[in-house]
């Protein structure tokens, strides 16, 4: 079976519709789905519903339910900061063996080019904010790609496939807090650090910089945590996550 679901198909569809469910807090942590009653919601057949409740169980947001069908995850704190420091490990590992296998800085064209514009983006607004999104996304694949390895790959996109592990789960719920700006030039002045590192073949270096980014989301998800629940909805998948320990 094939890895890439097309979008313009029906199961494409139905994934999306099923995604945006599961983190816009459509449905609830705990809440069975049934195939019947979603081909009646999203107006597909149900073979592209399998798929698409196979592919999230996949991904780690749904699992098989007992008595038929597929139950909405819960993930706890500790849940959460295991993915995010698995994410810093993964991320790390990347850079360092970017800066081993760079054959020419010639390779680092693309993620400088993100990154330079993403440093034009002096703050975010609703004009600019779905570009830094998606440079932000850019400079984390490029990162991967730059490591030459489709192990290590598969291995991060199986991980970011959990909403708030993803290298930009935090960036719109981080522009609502009193810090925003401090947190960017933070996380901006990271970003150049690894390159820098990636450049000189620096691999030990580069690899503990972007783990110290990785650790960034873990700062900025502790900052909504402990602030007001509107900020909190911001973060993709918010409703899936246990906060009741969180003291």
Partial sequence: MKNNIEFGSQTGRALFALREMLLKGEVVAGERLSELALVARLNVSRTPIRLALDRLSHEGLLEPSPSGGFVVCEFTLADIWDALDMRGVLEGTAARLAAERL??????????????????????????FARYMDLN??????????????????????????????????????????RAGELMTVGQEHHHAILEAIEDRQGMRAEALAREHARLSRRNLESVLSGDSEVLNCVPGASLIRTASVM
Avoid at 103 to 124: F, N, S
Avoid at 160 to 178: G, Q, Y
């Fill in 103 to 128: 054959v020419d800085v010639t390779e680092l064209r693309q993620i400088r080019e993100y990154q330079r514009e993403m440093d034009v983006i002096i703050r975010h607004t609703l004009d600019t």
């Fill in 137 to 178: 996304e850019g400079f984390h694949t490029e990162l991967v790609r730059l490591a030459k390895s489709p192990m290590l790959e598969r291995s991060l996109k199986h991980l970011t496939s959990l909403p708030f592990a993803h290298p930009s789960a935090m960036v719109f719920a981080r522009s609502k807090l009193p």
